[in-house]
């Protein structure tokens, strides 16, 4: 069974970056078995793909966060983390990261807890 | 980008009834070339994260309790939850992932009567 687990800073002010990394255990994100997902959960906008990551660095992204969004992986950690600039108040949510999806199909098997971010000055 | 929506969005049902949730999507989510829908059906309970019900419209995840049917094809889809149990207290969103950008519904909360 895959364990993902968010982390990273909790507040993040206006117009900075967001930075979260996702430990993975269970599974090894260089075997290519998989892609590794980031999305977010907002009380009143719902759950929003925002895009995933594959081992080679190979990305796809929300077309409505792209300008905004980058991920990568470190396979040596078995580790991935996403980036979004320019945050404001409409970037706040729980950020969550998950597995599941494949060259053909994309639904989320396994979540981590998730991540509270809030933006504030 | 595939709109969904569901209804209603709060549901409230006595324990040991039937519990009905609708998925609705603004294109289609079959494959014509497989003939798979390309739906998924999450619960979520507070302070926790999505959990996967049901994927390809109506196969049920490993360990998730046969109470928990999925139907549908092409843009209608229907969750039911038969025998509700206290535990079932959630809110269930489905999910389209035919296309990227790959999307949830608004979510229905399910509660007890």
């Known amino acids: 069974q895959v364990q993902l687990h968010e982390s990273g800073p909790r507040q993040v002010k206006p117009s900075q970056t967001l930075s979260l990394t996702c430990t993975v255990s269970?599974?090894?994100?260089?075997?290519?078995?998989?892609?590794w997902s980031w999305l977010r959960q907002h009380p009143v906008k719902g759950l929003e793909w925002i895009g995933y990551?594959?081992?080679?660095?190979?990305?796809h992204y929300n077309p409505s966060l792209k300008s905004r969004v980058s991920m990568s992986v470190d396979t040596s950690q078995n580790q991935f983390s996403l980036s979004l600039s320019s945050v404001t108040a409409a970037d706040t949510g729980v950020y969550f990261c998950?597995?599941?999806?494949?060259?053909?199909?994309?639904?989320?098997?396994?979540w981590g807890p998730g991540i509270q971010v809030t933006v504030s000055s | 980008d595939f709109v969904m929506t569901q209804s209603p969005d709060s549901l409230p049902v006595s324990l040991g009834e039937t519990a009905t949730i609708q998925c609705k999507s603004s294109?289609?989510?079959?494959?014509?070339?497989?003939?798979?829908?390309?739906l998924a059906w999450y619960q979520q309970k507070p302070g926790h994260p999505p959990k996967l019900l049901i994927s390809?419209?109506?196969t049920r995840e490993s360990g998730v309790p046969d109470r928990f049917t999925g139907s549908g094809s092409g843009t209608d889809f229907t969750l039911t939850i038969n025998r509700l149990q206290a535990e079932d207290v959630a809110t269930y969103y489905c999910?389209?992932?035919?296309?990227?950008?790959?999307?949830f519904g608004p979510g229905t909360k399910l509660e007890i009567k």
């Open positions: 990551v594959y081992y080679d660095g190979a990305t």
């Open positions: 294109r289609t989510v079959l494959y014509s070339p497989n003939k798979k829908n390309y």
């Open positions: 998950a597995s599941g999806c494949t060259a053909t199909s994309c639904f989320f098997d396994f």
């Open positions: 999910q389209q992932y035919l296309t990227g950008p790959f999307t």
């Open positions: 390809w419209a109506a």
């Open positions: 269970g599974d090894s994100i260089a075997s290519g078995r998989q892609y």
